[in-house]
């Protein structure tokens, strides 16, 4: 009896023990399911634009509902505010302010064979369906809808193929596959053939944001094609092959089908390339395999900032940051190197890896600085991408999209993200190269006001749109060109460009204090009113005067000595927070987020907050970026303030949350804020991380009192970018008060180089 005892007690131990080992197990999957926080519905309504849909980080493919495009907020195709879909397709922006991609879409649907996409109005006797949020969700490397035509829809992704599930309802199972329509796009030559039974391929040629991109596909079905009947737009023209500039086709199953498997791989080289992507990265059919292979993407991805905190709602936002921040840039390759640059030639490079869709001007100040410490090989690889674009289009790049340059925004920005990495010590691009092509395209006549650059000294207002923050974004970026040549021993590079770095001064007329345009005679804009904005046409990319007096990021020293010293500069940057102006009814949709003529939504005034501690006022700093991480990113689907631009929206809030940010876009100087979770944990490479706590944190308790960097008193308002990078503890004490001696003496101010 006692053994029987002694075995029975010995048995429900093992079993406690084994119930705690799997509840322990349990509990680490669920810590370590960070694709549970993000919610990829947020910034999908208001101006967000965001990409909703399956994807994998930085994938070639993002496949996702397509809405009937109506405008702005439609430039990722999709509007949370929408109800209709006519299909999903394979490739999406995803907070840009313009619109275009959109390639291959497909729309499962029973009944008669039909092609229209109808209109918001009327989609009767057309493919599109009605949809209701309640029967959509979205995850990471996931999304699927039950469409009100009865069709339930899942997809998910690899790299560089789309995988769809489709589930018919009752009548005859028929696929749309339409190359005639994208978003906001018009196709010059499509094509489509059916290659066997279950294979389909062609192509879709198109001109629309991008000037010129060609998209080749392969498709592979799970389930016999019974036919496949197209069209010229809408007409009936033929079965199984057909070549012209607005394809569409109809696929119709047999009798009786209801599950539909379809992969979609695309490439810009070849069908032959496309063919090879799938066979390399999605051979087999099992949806539920490629799906949690997305998720094992996406969670490993996320992983690379562990952030702990008791508000899952602010856990939700920021993983949805980190999660829309590895979107773009995207590869722009196939599986063997090849891709189709802007010259229409195909290029090959086997030792690093192609991406496009790089939305400089946005993330030069703040994606690309946080790619540097969470993923600096893949930095390289984009530096090498620049490298190439130069290459094939005589200059390096401003706003690439897969084969076409956009020319969008102002400034030449892909040059400061170069510097950065040349003197952060990241490597894989050739540095003499890269230097040799930087002077060039910051010299190229054919550049927008570069010639008044070099032969005046500014770019007059009365001669080019735009002229004086064009100006501006010239004078950041020629000071990232120029400390890069100074560390490269070039000196006469160096003089040369940080004479032009200083150039912002030209702009400033002190008598007012605020930067003005200056015109071909010298003298001042007049009238002018620092508060008006004219949309495309005016003085000002997306922005006032009172935004671009202080877009001196370069050089925050030099700002506040024109702005009269300390004490003046914080009172001016005091106002800006407060003061109200009418900005005109011709002043840009972007310019958003205000908190007086701070505008968040807009990207240059993005740095504008981290200022305070040059000027010794770090405590000011704290308050305003917790108030623009309270009021500007919320768990909504009106989430984000502005345009997330490919990730620099989300950007900003990441590194805002750990509590630091890089002022100047070249000198690995990053500027403390106010850390908003109680500890994260960074991987910084090497088996290495980096970890910032802040003790005392609260909603309340928003100011540094006191820093400890690995275990020793700093006193710095400012960490750099080898400090981070060699892993350790950074501890902010933190209260309710402002400690405003913290970071004040000139000594422990953040600086510049020159």
Request: with cysteine; net charge neutral.
């Amino acid at each position: 009896m006692r053994n029987f005892l002694k075995i029975s007690l010995m048995g429900m131990a093992a079993l406690t023990m084994v119930a705690m080992s799997c509840n322990a197990q349990k509990g680490m999957e669920q810590k370590n399911n960070y694709v549970s926080f993000v919610d990829p519905f947020i910034g999908s309504g208001g101006h967000g634009h965001v990409f909703v849909g399956a994807n994998v980080p930085f994938g070639a493919i993002q496949l996702g509902p397509q809405n009937i495009f109506k405008g702005w907020d439609w430039c990722s195709g999709y509007h949370y505010s929408d109800s209709i879909i006519v299909g999903f397709n394979h490739s999406h922006l995803s907070g840009t302010g313009c619109s275009d991609l959109g390639d291959v879409i497909l729309m499962p649907f029973t009944g008669a064979v039909r092609t229209t996409s109808g209109t918001q109005d009327n989609i009767e006797g057309s493919c599109s369906s009605y949809y209701r949020h309640a029967n959509e969700k979205a995850a990471p490397g996931y999304y699927s809808v039950k469409l009100d035509n009865g069709v339930k829809v899942e997809l998910t992704a690899t790299e560089r193929v789309g995988m769809h599930h489709y589930i018919y309802p009752e009548g005859t199972a028929r696929l749309l596959i339409n190359l005639k329509d994208g978003n906001d796009n018009k196709t010059f030559d499509t094509y489509m053939k059916k290659i066997d039974a279950n294979t389909i391929e062609g192509y879709r040629f198109v001109k629309g944001w991008s000037p010129m991109r060609k998209v080749f596909f392969y498709m592979k079905l799970n389930r016999p094609i019974e036919s496949l009947q197209l069209f010229h737009s809408d007409a009936a023209a033929g079965f199984d092959s057909l070549n012209g500039d607005s394809i569409k086709g109809v696929v119709t199953f047999g009798k009786g089908v209801k599950d539909v498997l379809v992969k979609v791989s695309l490439s810009s080289v070849s069908c032959a390339n496309a063919k090879a992507n799938m066979d390399a990265e999605l051979p087999a059919w099992d949806f539920n395999q490629v799906h949690q292979a997305a998720i094992d993407k996406w969670n490993r991805q996320l992983s690379s900032i562990s952030a702990q905190t008791n508000d899952n709602r602010a856990k939700k936002i920021f993983y949805t940051a980190m999660y829309h921040a590895s979107f773009f840039p995207c590869l722009y390759c196939d599986v063997n190197g090849e891709f189709r640059g802007m010259d229409d030639k195909i290029y090959s490079d086997t030792k690093w890896t192609n991406y496009s869709i790089f939305s400089l001007w946005d993330t030069y100040r703040t994606f690309d600085p946080l790619m540097t410490i969470l993923n600096p090989k893949m930095m390289g690889n984009f530096v090498n991408s620049f490298l190439s674009i130069y290459d094939q289009n005589g200059k390096l790049p401003i706003w690439p999209l897969q084969s076409g340059e956009t020319e969008c925004m102002p400034g030449y920005s892909s040059i400061p993200i170069i510097a950065d990495c040349y003197l952060k010590g990241i490597g894989g691009f050739d540095a003499e190269r890269a230097l040799k092509d930087m002077v060039a395209s910051a010299t190229y006549d054919k550049q927008n006001g570069v010639t008044y650059v070099k032969t005046m000294g500014y770019i007059p207002a009365d001669k080019i749109h735009e002229a004086t923050s064009i100006a501006m974004e010239y004078a950041a970026d020629d000071w990232g060109l120029a400390e890069m040549a100074k560390k490269m021993g070039k000196e006469d590079i160096y003089k040369t460009f940080i004479a032009r770095g200083h150039y912002y001064e030209k702009y400033f007329d002190k008598s007012i204090r605020f930067v003005r345009p200056k015109l071909a005679d010298g003298s001042w804009r007049t009238p002018y009113d620092p508060f008006n904005s004219i949309h495309s046409v005016g003085d000002f990319t997306e922005g006032t005067g009172w935004q671009y007096t202080f877009f001196v990021p370069q050089h925050p020293e030099g700002l506040i000595s024109i702005l009269g010293g300390d004490a003046r500069f914080i009172s001016k940057l005091d106002s800006l927070f407060i003061v109200h102006g009418d900005m005109g009814k011709q002043a840009s949709n972007d310019i958003s987020g205000l908190i007086g003529q701070y505008a968040h939504g807009n990207e240059p005034s993005h740095h504008v907050a981290y200022l305070y501690p040059y000027a010794g006022a770090q405590w000011k700093t704290a308050k305003i970026v917790r108030q623009i991480q309270k009021d500007f990113y919320t768990d909504q689907p009106d989430g984000i303030i502005g345009n997330e631009d490919c990730g620099q929206m989300s950007a900003w809030h990441i590194l805002s949350a750990l509590g630091f940010y890089q002022v100047n876009p070249s000198n690995g100087v990053f500027v403390f804020g106010s850390p908003l979770f109680d500890k994260a944990s960074v991987n910084v490479g090497n088996g290495k991380r980096f970890e910032v706590i802040a003790k005392n944190n609260s909603p309340k308790n928003i100011y540094i009192q006191s820093v400890m960097l690995n275990g020793k008193p700093y006193e710095n308002a400012w960490i750099s970018y080898q400090d981070i990078m060699k892993g350790g503890t950074l501890t902010f004490t933190m209260g309710d008060q402002p400690n405003k001696s913290f970071g004040a003496a000139p000594q422990n101010r953040p600086k510049t180089l020159e």
